[in-house]
């Protein structure tokens, strides 16, 4: 199967003030082409510092990361990446927002809205094209923000816990969405949470990131059919059994947190 993530020997380290914080310490993690994998780990363990450096958007202190057998060496075009807030821009409506990547990319004013209206359409959007960000409620403008990322056809899909701002019954239909639209488009996902039965829920593989230095601690196969209702999905012997295991890692690591 073909690597579509390769992170090699991976160390951080910020230097502020004369101090130095060890954000990263030798992480070594391969992600499969349209392998949907999850990332949990403690508070300030370094999930999102290793998005950041996936994505070219920061440096590491060591080690190598490739995306698509290239190197990254700075922002990666490879690479859509999900952050914990929509950030859409306010003055555009919601198609605008959408297109805004392919405007800059100078695509076809014709091509890139028929290509937006499509998309929206797909993530369950219509009708709400020509809404302003304020108009939206916060799973409509998460939508706008996976569709804006999914419009540039990125062979990775970075998602720093996109739903956790959400309410419960929002993230469970967004979850649900995310697993249709994944199992369309077969991209390949790294998918970062706090939420342990989400990661389960949505995942082939989980990843448990140990305390800060954050390293990789395990990893767990999620055998779990990939057409799946997360509302329901949490109520299967499997589930339960999985989430147990991964749990008793990860609160070893939360408690020596403290």
């Known amino acids: 199967m073909k690597e579509a993530v390769v992170v090699k020997n991976l160390s951080k380290v ?44 920061l440096k590491p202190t060591s080690g190598e990361v490739y995306v698509d057998g290239e190197k990254v060496n700075g922002p990666c075009p490879k690479v859509g990446y999900m952050f914990q807030s929509d950030v859409l821009l306010p003055w555009r409506t919601a198609i605008a927002n959408v297109e805004l ?3 800059i990319r100078k695509v076809n004013k014709e091509i890139r809205k028929k290509m937006a209206e499509d998309i ?22 998460q939508r706008v923000a996976l569709a804006r990322t999914l419009i540039l056809n990125p062979v990775v899909l970075l998602m720093d816990e996109p739903f956790g701002a959400l309410d419960a019954q929002t993230r469970m239909l967004l979850g649900n969405e995310l697993i249709k639209l994944w199992r369309e488009s077969k991209k390949t996902v790294i998918f970062v949470t706090h939420d342990l039965s989400e990661a389960i829920s949505l995942s082939q593989r989980v990843i448990v990131m140990s305390k800060r230095p954050g390293t990789i601690k395990a990893e767990y196969s999620v055998d779990l059919p990939e057409k799946r209702d997360v509302k329901t999905i949490v109520k299967e012997p499997s589930f339960q059994e999985l989430y147990c295991k991964i749990w008793n890692d990860l609160s070893r690591e939360i408690e020596s947190c403290g």
């Open 14 to 57: 910020f230097t502020k003030f004369g101090q130095s914080i060890a954000a990263l310490k030798n992480v070594n993690l391969t992600v499969n082409e349209g392998e949907f994998v999850s990332i949990v780990g403690p508070s300030g363990c370094g999930k999102s510092t290793l998005l950041n450096i996936i994505s070219g958007l």
């Open 101 to 103: 990547g392919l405007e």
């Open 120 to 141: 929206i359409k797909r993530i369950g959007l219509g009708g709400f094209e020509k809404h302003y960000p304020h108009e939206l409620s916060g799973g409509m403008r």
